[in-house]
């Protein structure tokens, strides 16, 4: 479901040492950079707000979504949802649990991924240029294994 932070680390810890080596430390910023333009792209391009505004859909599909999602295309009121209890859902042990799980996880995520290059080079000895071959892939396989 969350592919693109684990699968970007991935992609980006075997690459970027190969292009900080080769081309200098710049381009691993200008490539990553270049992808997400690319990306960007390509969500504009495909991704659409409403079913109707797709170009790819199948008009009986079209009608399907609209009949059982109750979308009206300005020919009828559309129902508000009712607003959610914020303050019991903020409050719950399991979305304060989840919360703080996440933080923590984001904080380790984002360090090992600043410190593992270094650690790497400085302490292992191994040049940036192979940190990108096999051990990158087996340092890189909790991320793989991620949903």
């Known amino acids: 479901m969350f592919l693109g932070t684990p699968g970007g680390s ?30 960007f792209v390509f969500w504009t391009l495909f991704i659409h707000d409403e079913p109707a505004k797709t170009l790819r859909i199948k008009p009986d599909e079209l009608e399907y979504i609209q ?8 020919d009828g009121p559309r129902r508000s949802p009712p607003f ?5 859902i903020f409050t719950s042990v399991p979305v304060i649990g989840l919360f703080t799980a996440q933080s923590l996880n984001n904080f380790v995520f984002g360090t090992l991924m600043a410190l593992l290059p270094t650690y790497l080079n400085d302490v292992q000895g191994l040049p940036l240029s192979q940190v990108g071959g096999n051990y ?10 991620q949903r």
């Open 67 to 74: 009949k059982t999602a109750d979308i009206k295309d300005g």
């Open 84 to 88: 959610p209890p914020l303050k019991s």
């Open 136 to 145: 990158a892939k087996i340092l890189c396989f909790p991320y793989k294994t």
């Open 10 to 39: 991935v992609f980006c810890l075997i690459t970027s040492g190969y292009l900080g080596q080769t081309l200098g430390w710049e381009y691993i910023f200008y490539f990553t950079g270049l992808l997400g333009v690319v990306w």
